[in-house]
């Protein structure tokens, strides 16, 4: 006796509830953006442009954010030389452009 088999839409539809059960809402958004292009490039009807999104794919050239470069030797000496001078930490994180606790980082053993 042949066992029936189930239609793909309903397979695909049995699998897809398996695969997002329980994700995060945002890792659910990309499986279901992802499900819609490959549907779409299966039938032959994708767009690349037209349905990609801006935000998904794209290079960040100009972060939102200054680099965390640590401060170079030259600055440590300079840093350590006006705290030990008795300026205060603020003032100085200000000058070097760093972070408060960077500054208090190099400068809490003098």
Do not use: C
Not at 24 to 38: D, G, I, M, S
Not at 52 to 78: C, G, H, I, N
Request: net charge positive.
């Amino acid at each position: 006796m042949k066992k029936p088999h189930l239609s793909k839409q309903r397979d695909v539809g049995l699998f897809r509830r398996v695969l997002l059960n329980g994700l995060k809402p945002n890792l659910q958004h990309r499986f279901e953006h992802l499900e819609v292009v490959w549907d779409q490039a299966r039938r032959g009807v994708y767009d690349g442009e037209a349905t990609r999104k801006q935000s998904d794919f794209d290079v960040v050239t100009e972060p939102s954010r200054p680099p965390r470069t640590p401060p170079t030797p030259e600055e440590v000496d300079a840093i350590r030389t006006a705290r030990t001078s008795g300026e205060s930490v603020r003032s100085i994180a200000a000058r070097f452009n760093k972070h408060r606790s960077t500054i208090w980082r190099y400068t809490k053993d003098i």
